[in-house]
C-alpha cells in the first residue's frame, strides 16, 4: 500500500433504487478498505433514487458508516443522472463508480487508484454471481460501469448522457475519441449480484433485448464508428 503521504482523496459514489436488501452488504464492503485505513479523505455518495425504502435503509447506515454521505432523489431519474449529480458534489479528483448490489473485495480502492494516472480511466474486473449464492460464479470481466476516473476528465467530457440505461457504454466511447487512456483491470476485485430486478434484466423494459436498450446501443455504435471515419481519414 502507499504511504499516506502518497495517498490521494477518494470519492466512491452510488446510485440506490429499491436497493434495500442488498445496500448495507456494499457499503460496508466498502468501508472495509484496506486503502481507507488510518486514511480520513475519502466518502462514500449514495443517491437514493426516487425509493423510500432505500432511504430509510440509508438513514439507518449512517449512523454507524464513517463518511458516509447520502443525497435524497424525490424522484426516479435513473442511475446517470444521479452519478452525474453525485460527481459535481463530490470532495476529492479521484471518482470510483459503483454499483448499489455489488460488493467490494477489501483491495478494490487501492487496486484500482494504484492504476489510474493523468487522462485515464480504470475498469475494474469483477466476477459475476447468482443472487444468492456468492460461491456461483458464472463469469468474470470488466463492465464498463464500475470505473475509476478523474472528476475533470470526467466533467470535460460532460459526463454520462442522462440515458436510462447504455450511457457507460456510451461514455467509454466519449472518454476514448477525447484521448483518455482505457486501463482494464486484471485483477478481479469485486462481487456483482446478477438478479432479476437489475437494471440489465431481461425482465426490465431497458434491459438487455429490450427496445429501448436496442435504441441506445445503435447511438454509441454510430459515436465509435464516426470517431473510427475520422481516424481513417487522416
Not at 490521494?8 to 478498505?33: F, P
Not at 444521479?82 to 448490489?101: M, P, R
Not at 469483477?126 to 475533470?152: C, M, Q, S, W
Request: aromatic share 10%; with cysteine; glycine share 6%.
Amino acid at each position: 500500500m502507499k504511504n499516506l503521504k502518497n495517498k490521494i482523496g477518494v470519492s466512491v459514489i452510488i446510485s440506490a433504487h429499491s436497493a434495500e436488501s442488498y445496500i448495507e452488504e456494499c457499503v460496508t464492503s466498502i468501508a472495509a478498505q484496506t486503502y481507507f485505513k488510518d486514511f480520513k479523505d475519502y466518502e462514500i455518495l449514495v443517491g437514493v433514487d426516487g425509493c423510500l425504502s432505500t432511504l430509510n435503509e440509508m438513514i439507518r447506515l449512517k449512523e454507524t458508516i464513517k463518511n458516509l454521505k447520502v443525497l435524497w432523489f424525490p424522484v426516479n431519474s435513473g442511475p446517470y443522472l444521479v452519478f452525474n449529480t453525485l460527481v459535481s458534489v463530490c470532495n476529492f479528483e479521484a471518482v470510483s463508480v459503483f454499483g448499489a448490489d455489488d460488493i467490494m473485495d477489501k483491495t478494490f480502492v487501492e487496486h484500482n487508484i494504484s492504476l489510474l494516472k493523468n487522462k485515464s480511466c480504470v475498469f475494474a474486473r469483477g466476477a459475476n454471481f447468482n443472487h444468492p449464492n456468492k460461491e456461483e460464479i458464472t463469469r468474470e470481466y470488466n463492465p464498463d460501469g464500475v470505473i475509476t476516473f478523474n472528476r475533470l476528465d470526467f466533467l470535460s467530457v460532460n459526463g454520462f448522457e442522462k440515458w436510462r440505461c447504455g450511457a457507460d457504454s456510451d461514455l467509454k466511447v466519449r472518454f476514448k475519441i477525447a484521448g483518455l487512456d482505457l486501463i482494464n483491470s486484471k485483477s478481479t476485485t469485486f462481487l456483482r449480484r446478477v438478479h432479476e430486478n437489475s437494471l440489465t434484466s431481461s425482465r426490465s423494459k431497458y434491459g438487455f433485448g429490450g427496445e429501448y436498450r436496442k435504441k441506445i446501443q445503435a447511438i454509441v455504435r454510430s459515436r465509435t464508428n464516426a470517431k473510427i471515419k475520422l481516424q481513417c481519414s487522416f
